[in-house]
């Protein structure tokens, strides 16, 4: 290669390494484990390869909602191995949406989700690849909940075992008629081990959490409303519809420049998350990156009552 090519491509080719290592140190910050907690993530990706079928589906609209689609509707969106990669991928995907604002989560076919593909789960029923496989999924659902985006899981028709699991990942949950939320995991000889149970706690306390993973209880919309589990039941159960209702829902709280959206979803996260002193300072550090912006100088200027 000519010494003038080399002199042009070395700065772009610098670029992309330091993006990449960046990406990557990100990623690994996010996340909850690492090498030191003996996970094999290469191992673990590979073996999930050989367990193919289904897709997950991204859209970014314009308006700033991305649109996650679990599409393996023939097992009711069990998840194969091929997709617990494809969410790991479009996550990072996710990660990189500047523009991004709020995620719905949605099955296709009408339902949510069934959980783990029951034919993949035989086949790595092994000690080694059960915890590899649990702490895949945690560290990709963990990276989920932490995006800066306020995040739906749209519950149609049903979502069991891993399925009940992922909605927690989200920010809020909203029902469609006829709907259950299910942690069937006991019935299986197990508990959550993708976060679920942790992050119900959270969200419905201990004693319903318990509840819940003891009695492998069906939650319908009305169980799920009056334990603070789901935020509303849209009118509609077609498929179509009810993905418009929840893109009006969630479209109240994405309203407005994505950089003020983004800032509030991440000073939540940090109060969901850290120690007290901890957030503060987050929060801290995230109100410098909006103070004197561009809505902020602009709303000095219109200066809009609040009534
Ligand atoms: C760590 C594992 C744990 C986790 O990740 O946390 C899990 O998720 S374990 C999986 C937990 N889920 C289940 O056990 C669901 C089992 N399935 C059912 O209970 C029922 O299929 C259903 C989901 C209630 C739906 O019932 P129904 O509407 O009557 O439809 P079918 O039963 O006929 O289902 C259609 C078709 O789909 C197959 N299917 C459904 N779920 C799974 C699954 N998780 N894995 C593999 N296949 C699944 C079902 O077998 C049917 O296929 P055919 O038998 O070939 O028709």
């Known amino acids: 290669m000519p010494s003038k090519m080399i002199e042009m491509a070395l700065p772009l080719w610098k670029n992309l390494v330091q993006t990449t290592k960046k990406r990557i140190l990100q990623q690994r910050r996010l996340s909850l484990y690492n090498g030191a907690d003996g996970y094999e993530e290469e191992l673990i990706k590979k073996k999930l390869q050989q367990f193919s079928g289904g897709s997950i589906n991204l859209s970014k609209e314009d308006n700033g909602i991305g649109i996650l689609t679990l599409n393996n509707p023939k097992l009711m969106n069990a998840f194969t191995g091929t997709m617990m990669v494809e969410l790991q991928e479009r996550v990072t995907e996710l990660e990189n949406w500047k523009d991004g604002k709020g995620l719905i989560i949605h099955g296709a076919g009408n339902t949510f989700c069934s959980g783990s593909d029951l034919n993949a789960v035989k086949e790595i029923s092994n000690s080694q690849d059960g ?105 509609s159960s077609d498929q179509t519809r009810a993905l418009g209702e929840a893109r009006a829902w969630l479209s109240h709280y994405t309203e407005g420049p994505a950089a003020v959206i983004r800032a509030v979803k991440k000073v939540v996260t940090a109060g969901r998350e850290l120690p007290l002193e901890d957030a503060l300072r987050t929060e801290k550090d995230i109100f410098g990156t909006v103070w004197g912006g561009p809505a902020n100088l602009e709303a000095l200027v219109r200066r809009p009552k609040h009534k």
């Open 131 to 235: 915890m590899n496989m649990c702490m895949f999924m945690q560290n990709t659902l963990t990276r989920l909940m932490r995006l800066p985006l306020i995040s739906v899981a749209l519950v149609q028709g049903k979502a069991f075992g891993g399925g009940a699991e992922l909605t927690t990942a989200c920010d809020f949950r909203l029902m469609t008629p006829g709907s259950e939320i299910r942690f069937v995991h006991k019935h299986m000889g197990l508990v959550p081990g993708w976060g679920g149970a942790a992050r119900l706690v959270r969200i419905v306390g201990s004693g319903a959490a318990l509840q819940l993973l003891a009695g492998a209880a069906r939650v319908d919309p009305e169980r799920a409303l009056s334990l603070g589990l789901s935020e509303e039941t849209l009118p």
